[in-house]
């Protein structure tokens, strides 16, 4: 199918899914959710008191993990470029368009509103790193394939949504913590309907939707990755387990896969069916390669208890 054919005949899904979305979405405050009386005022034209690493006790990954999640929400200008391009503005798929755009939104503004007002970041260095990371600008690697498209947000969601939760755990702030739960929770819902919209082209052309999958899972890279230092971040962020291969794999890959049921899709061709097999033998990769990680991690550990 052209991509036009699937986005015509996906538009009833999506007005589907927007229906059931708008009716599960909570409305919530990010107001609400930052301890406004615990803020100071810093240097700078207000004569305040500048940032130091001791005005929180939050451990360094968690204020990393911080870091990477507020950009990845921050560069949400240049996500709504791609998908308002590749999806349209018209009908349901552009209410969609606008609707996930204004709850990515608040994502951000929450973050950094409780970032600032708990001094758990240096400011300026945020700022700069927000300059640079949106300096770059996003850029969906399937761009013109409504389906590798639908898949890579598919994963996606889900692993913001883990990343989340797993840094609010870390950051041993009970006030964080709730947070970034309530922005998980708009995280697993946009992953229900985009992992919705894909399971209905698996439907309607399985092989295409079998292609998509197995191109995204080969190439997955994080939103943030061109993060400044993302490599060193996320290296930081896996060995405090906040996000790493296993979970990945375990916990991203594998759930959206069961519920697509791809390993018993029929009526495939013949790339559907080798489409398949590349993703087994991806599957089996990074079982070895989170396995690999795993073993190195825990010898560091030991290395560390024993210091
Ligand atoms: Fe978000
Ligand atoms: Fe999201």
């Known amino acids: ?57 939050i451990p360094d990954v968690a204020r990393t993990a911080l870091i990477v999640n507020l950009l990845t929400e921050d560069n949400l200008p240049s996500y709504h470029h791609e998908i308002a391009t590749l999806f349209g503005r018209d009908g349901a798929w552009g209410t969609w368009v606008h609707r996930w755009t204004a709850e990515e939104g608040r994502h951000g503004v929450a973050i950094r509103d409780y970032l600032t007002v708990s001094r758990a970041v240096d400011p300026v260095a945020l700022e700069r790193a927000r300059m640079t990371h949106m300096s770059e600008g996003y850029t969906n690697a399937h761009g013109d394939e409504v389906l590798h498209s639908l898949a890579y947000v598919s994963f996606q969601e889900l692993a913001t949504r883990i990343s989340h939760r797993n840094t609010g755990k870390a950051t041993g702030d009970p006030t964080c913590e709730a947070l970034l739960a309530r922005v998980a929770a708009d995280e697993n819902l946009h992953m229900v309907f985009y992992r919705n919209l894909l399971a209905a082209a698996f439907e309607l052309a399985p092989s295409q939707a079998m292609r998509a999958v197995a191109d995204v899972v080969a190439d997955f890279q994080m939103p943030g990755s061109g993060i400044d230092g993302f490599a060193r971040k996320s290296v930081a962020i896996a060995l405090a387990g906040i996000y790493d291969l296993r979970q990945h794999r375990d916990e991203v890959l594998q759930p959206v896969l069961r519920q697509w049921d791809v390993f018993n899709v029929t009526g495939l061709n013949a790339d559907g069916e080798a489409a398949r097999e590349q993703l087994a033998a991806q599957l089996e990769n990074l079982d070895r390669a989170a396995s690999r990680f795993e073993e190195k991690r825990d010898a560091r550990a030991a290395r560390l208890a024993l210091r």
């Open 1 to 57: 199918m052209s991509q036009t054919a699937l986005l015509v005949e996906l538009e009833p899904v999506v007005a589907r899914n927007l229906d059931r979305h708008l009716s599960l979405a909570k409305e919530w405050f990010p107001h609400e959710y930052v301890p406004w009386s615990e803020g100071r005022t810093f240097d700078g034209p207000l004569g305040g008191e500048a940032w130091s690493p001791t005005d929180s006790t």
